[in-house]
Nanobody, 121 residues
Framework: QVQLVESGGGLVQAGGSRRLSCAAS????????MGWFRQAPGKEREFVAA????????IYIDSVKGRFSISRVNAKNSVSLQMNSLKPEDTAVYYC??????????????WGQGTQVTVSS
């Protein structure tokens, strides 16, 4: 059983930056692909980015390419999402999740509780 705890959410102005972190415990962190998802009010949860087991492979949805960067430190059981040039439409609850697959559409087995990011215009 893997436990995931996100942190770093908050209020930020449009054009600003925010770094989200996710701490994992209870499993072998390096055996999981790590992903970030988000859910805006009234919308379905959507995939944002994922990073492979070793950290040398990443995938992003088009709307965040060039603005967001996912990274991981296996020695610290942590994954981060650096978000730059934030837009009001990035406002959402952001979730960290773990999977055994590295591809778009993968199923994620473990989830954090989420952290709210609000981007003001």
């Amino acid at each position: 059983q893997v436990q995931l705890v996100e942190s770093g959410g908050g209020l930020v102005q449009a054009g600003g930056s925010r770094r989200l972190s996710c701490a994992a415990s209870g499993g072998t962190f390096s055996s999981y692909v790590m992903g970030w998802f988000r859910q805006a009010p009234g919308k379905e949860r959507e995939f944002v980015a994922a990073i492979n087991w070793s950290g040398d492979g990443t995938i992003y949805i088009d709307s965040v390419k060039g603005r967001f960067s996912i990274s991981r430190v296996n020695a610290k059981n942590s994954v981060s999402l650096q978000m730059n040039s934030l837009k009001p439409e990035d406002t959402a609850v952001y979730y960290c999740a773990a999977s055994v697959e590295f591809r778009f559409g993968a199923s994620y087995r473990y989830w954090g509780q989420g952290t709210q990011v609000t981007v003001s215009s």
